[in-house]
């Protein structure tokens, strides 16, 4: 692997991949080291037990307060990815249904679909969309009608930076009997989400990017009427007790009968302090940065840039002719700027029928400043113009 330059702006890296991962703040290291300090000192189970209100209280009403969630609607995972898989593939779906999806459909959460039409015979559709790349929002109010149990729609996708009019959908959906999914991973963080105002029965994310949190960690909010609807085929002893050798009740009907016992003390102890920072910051207050990128981006010749949409977000894609992706991500590294290389297949229905095989993402949060920008883009014209290496 090639050494990573220090330069950045005035010897301080520029992190412009949050959409992968955000750089960890001090607090929430700090959480996760007293963590595991405390957990070689004294135990993993005497650690649990003395972070007890943390772990069963206060971490949830933080999530929930995050996303405008009743406390008891919110459940903790290590992934996102294990968050949709602990609902969706368990709807009861059937050959008379129809699954709509977006262009957008992040590809894990479409093979999880592709396993359930398989299962079940429901008919997966994809919603069109208008020139520019937005949502046909009247297309759905035309055909939505009751045999539409499933609509799933991502927020911000991870390929581009489009936000989705979430809130819009919900108020065409309210009147159907479907369910409808928000995959928040890219939007938690970064835009205002608030399930109350989305109207979605589920909405899923991630810790690790826009709120900055440690890998390992994600969540859901499941609505009562959809965890309801679950065919669900096991509860772990968190939430349920075997009463004799022929059976077991439920203890706990809240949205943690869809998690696992088993977890990482530290990471949620780390999502935790994470979640405070979130609360108490402005981490909004960064739409100049956000207009920054993207017209740098746009305006560095024989640059193609990758924006769908009428409403933009702090993730722009582009790619060139030219210089192929892997090697503007190590040019730019080089320099000091982090940014990722993204392949169309994550993003199937939208990126690869495009011919986008891959591209660069850079991605921006309250961290970022006009001057890491700027850095960027002399960096990204300078690459561009020497083109392709021989």
Not at 16 to 33: F, H, I, K, Q, Y
Request: charged letters at 20%; a negative charge; one cysteine or more.
């Amino acid at each position: 692997m090639a050494q990573q330059d220090s330069s950045g702006v005035n010897g301080r890296l520029i992190h412009l991949n949050t959409a992968g991962a955000g750089l960890m703040p001090d607090a929430v290291r700090a959480a996760m080291e007293e963590c595991i300090a405390r957990e070689a000192a004294t135990g993993c189970y005497e650690t649990e037990e003395a972070l007890d209100d943390l772990l069963q209280d206060e971490v949830y009403a933080r999530l929930a307060a995050a996303i405008g969630a009743p406390v008891g609607d919110v459940a903790l995972f290590d992934s996102a990815t294990r968050a949709w898989c602990a609902v969706v593939p368990k709807l009861p779906l059937g050959p008379a249904d129809r699954v709509w999806v977006t262009p957008y459909e992040y590809a894990g959460n479409l093979i999880s679909l592709f396993s359930l039409r398989d299962r079940t015979g429901c008919r997966i559709e994809v919603v069109p969309t208008v020139p520019g790349g937005d949502l046909d929002l009247d297309w759905m109010a035309r055909h939505v009608s009751d045999d539409v149990a499933l609509v799933s729609v991502t927020h911000i996708p991870s390929g581009c930076g489009i936000v989705n009019p979430v809130e819009e959908i919900g108020r065409i959906l309210a009147p159907y009997r479907c369910f409808y999914a928000v995959d928040a991973c890219q939007s938690i963080g970064q835009v205002p989400v608030d399930v109350s105002r989305i109207g979605c029965h589920l909405l899923t994310g991630a810790g690790r990017k826009f709120l900055r949190g440690p890998r390992g960690t994600g969540f859901a909010y499941a609505a009562p009427e959809l965890r309801a609807a679950l065919i669900t085929d096991f509860h772990d002893l968190h939430v349920a007790r075997v009463d004799s050798a022929g059976g077991y009740r439920v203890t706990d009907g809240s949205a943690r009968g869809l998690e696992l016992a088993e977890r990482t003390t530290a990471a949620v102890a780390g999502f935790h302090a994470a979640l405070g920072l979130f609360a108490s910051g402005t981490p909004f207050d960064h739409q100049e940065v956000f207009r920054a990128l993207r017209e740098t981006v746009e305006k560095t010749p024989g640059v193609e840039l990758i924006a769908p949409g009428t409403r933009q977000s702090g993730i722009v894609s582009f790619r060139h002719p030219d210089v192929p992706a892997e090697e503007i991500r190590r040019r730019l590294r080089l320099r000091g700027i982090n940014v990722w290389k993204i392949v169309g297949h994550h993003t199937p229905l939208y990126m690869a029928e495009r011919g986008v095989d891959t591209a660069v993402r850079a991605s921006v949060h309250y961290y970022n400043t006009l001057e890491e920008i700027d850095a960027f883009g002399a960096a990204l014209r300078e690459i561009a113009g020497l083109g392709s290496p021989a």
